[in-house]
């Protein structure tokens, strides 16, 4: 009973018992990477909409320097969400074409 052969039948009877979990597992991860890189896209596709809300912020807050001061940190903060974003749909894409090679 344990011959190669009896082995390679076992080998090969686990794989095709396991082979629609694996794909589901895969599918899933996918799904998931795709939801990553949706994500990221909206962030840094928005990105932009950073800068007039820190012009309108330090405006209320501060008069008319708040439109030097609002553009200056929104610039910032839009410029982290972009390359935050960015990150995020490189992530995703890896993750989308990974998942076949994940379990989750």
């Known amino acids: 009973m344990n011959t190669p052969s009896f082995r390679r039948l076992i080998i090969g009877t686990a794989i095709v ?3 629609p ?10 799904a998931k990477g795709l939801n990553r890189a949706q994500t ?3 962030d840094a596709i928005t990105s932009p909409v ?7 912020a330090d405006t209320a807050e501060y008069g008319a320097a708040g439109v030097v001061t609002g553009t200056v940190k929104g610039g910032f903060r839009a410029a982290a ?4 974003g960015a990150v995020s749909v490189g992530v995703g894409a890896v993750e989308v074409l990974a ?4 379990k989750d």
């Open 17 to 19: 018992a396991l082979a």
């Open 21 to 30: 979990a694996l794909a589901m597992a895969g599918e899933a991860a996918a």
């Open 40 to 42: 990221g896209a909206t």
């Open 50 to 56: 950073k800068i007039v809300d820190g012009i309108n």
């Open 81 to 84: 969400q972009l390359v935050t």
């Open 99 to 102: 998942s076949p090679l994940t």
